[in-house]
Structure formats: C-alpha cells, structure tokens
C-alpha cells in the first residue's frame, strides 16, 4: 500500500529510482526518504543489450518523468561513473548465453553515467546494483553484508555505514563448476528450492566467516522466498530487504 501519492510530494524532491536487472528493468518514483510513490514499473531488460540500446531505453523513461534527480542500479562491476564488468549484460541472449566478446569489450570503461546525463540534462547518478540495494537495507553498526538474490547474485559489503568496494561475486565459481549465479540465480531456484535453499545457508556461512559479518540483509525479487526458519541457529542475524530496497536506495543517492 502506498502511503503518499506523487502530489503529495513536492516534484523538486522526488527521484526516479531504477534498477536495472539481467531479467528486467524496474521504473518507480519515489520520495526523499525513499518511500515509494507508486508501483513500479517494469519492461523486459533488451538483449543484445549494448551501452546505445541501454540508454535509449532508460532516456526515453527518463525524460517521460518531471523529475530531475535519477538514481540507477547496474548488475555488474560499476565505479566512479563507469562500468568496470558489464555482468550478463555481456551475453548477447541473456543468462543462458554465453559472453560476447565484442559486447564485453563495448561495456568495459564505458562511461554510463555521464552519458545519460548528457542524454537527460538531468542529475543521474548510477551504482552498482547491490551497493544500491545496500544503500536502502543497512543500519549502519558493525559489519553487514546485502545479498541481491534475483536472475543471479549480487553481494555489498558495509561496515559501519561506509559501503566498500568488492569483488563482484556472480561469475566467480562457487562448486562443481558452477558460478554462484548459476547456484543462486531464479533458474536454479525454479529447478529446485529445497537446494536452493541449502545452498543459499551455504554461501551465507561462508561469506558470513570470510567478513566476520553480524548481520546479512537479502535484498530482490527472490528475497521474500527465503523463510527466516533456515537461520533459527546462526550466529548473526538475517532480515529480509526484500524488493523494496533499492528503491529506497537510489533515495540515499541524494538525500544520505
């Protein structure tokens, strides 16, 4: 349930928060505390999905908005305005493709986010995906960690309040020679659950012991079918972010 509609706060306040997914690209205006100010909207994420194809979808809902401040989460390596690893935008038919190398090449240092300034003439402020659902989940005490669970992985790290720099963990191989995206994704949850699961307290644990976390937040579209019964016995704490948080996110883009 929405508790404010857009009339209700002030245009010059508002951002539009976008994330972007390796399934889907979700849309939705929210207010300067993060509080969405509608449903969002979604349109399937274009593939190939070049830098040029990227932007031509994001501009054309840009400048459909009065807004003047957008907040944008990318599924990939992302730092001081450019992409570093582009993630699954790299394969020419999704997830179940493999990478293209010359659309790898065309993502790797491009510079995303100036260009949709220069394309919006708005103030648009681009992360990584996880760092903005990170944004939009953490307390701010101690050392926590954000798992992004929806067509992969995206993992963020915080300790107390700063939000560090990390490995961008879904096409690292975790076992059998399978990436944690492939162990994690929504193709492996849809397959199997239960394993799923398993596998999700698995990967927790391990990254739990490799960041001396206390607490873990699971933010994305898979997050609400986690039960929190899979953590009765351990030893730091889990909440679920859930799909809401990037938006609240892309908020603390602008209003920390």
Not at 67 to 94: C, I, K, M, Y
Not at 139 to 150: D, H, S, Y
Not at 217 to 239: M, T
Request: glycine content about 10%.
């Amino acid at each position: 349930m929405l508790c404010m509609s857009p009339q209700d706060a002030a245009v010059e306040d508002q951002i539009l928060a976008i994330d972007i997914g390796a399934t889907n690209i979700k849309f939705c205006l929210v207010a300067s505390d993060g509080e969405r100010l509608e449903n969002p909207h979604r349109r399937p994420t274009p593939y190939p999905c070049s830098p040029a194809r990227l932007i031509e979808v994001l501009v054309e809902r840009i400048v459909a908005t009065p807004v003047q401040r957008v907040g944008v989460g990318f599924p990939g390596e992302f730092a001081e305005g450019h992409v570093v690893r582009p993630g699954n935008l790299s394969r020419p038919g999704g997830v179940t493709t493999d990478v293209d190398p010359e659309l790898d090449r065309q993502w790797r240092g491009f510079g995303l986010q100036d260009a949709l300034c220069e394309a919006t003439d708005r103030d648009v402020r681009v992360v990584n995906d996880a760092r903005m659902a990170a944004l939009g989940s953490i307390e701010g005490r101690g050392t926590e960690l954000v798992l992004a669970l929806g067509t992969g992985l995206g993992l963020s790290l915080a300790i107390d309040g700063d939000i560090k720099r990390v490995r961008d963990v879904g096409a690292e191989v975790f076992e059998d020679n399978k990436t944690y995206d492939q162990t994690l994704g929504e193709t492996a949850r849809s397959h199997d659950e239960e394993v799923w699961s398993q596998m999700l307290v698995r990967i927790i644990d391990s990254f739990v012991d490799e960041f001396g976390a206390t607490k873990v937040y699971l933010a994305g579209g898979n997050a609400r079918r986690v039960s929190p019964y899979l953590f009765e016995r351990a030893d730091y704490r889990v909440v679920i972010s859930g799909n809401e948080a990037p938006l609240r996110g892309a908020a603390k883009l602008f209003y920390p």
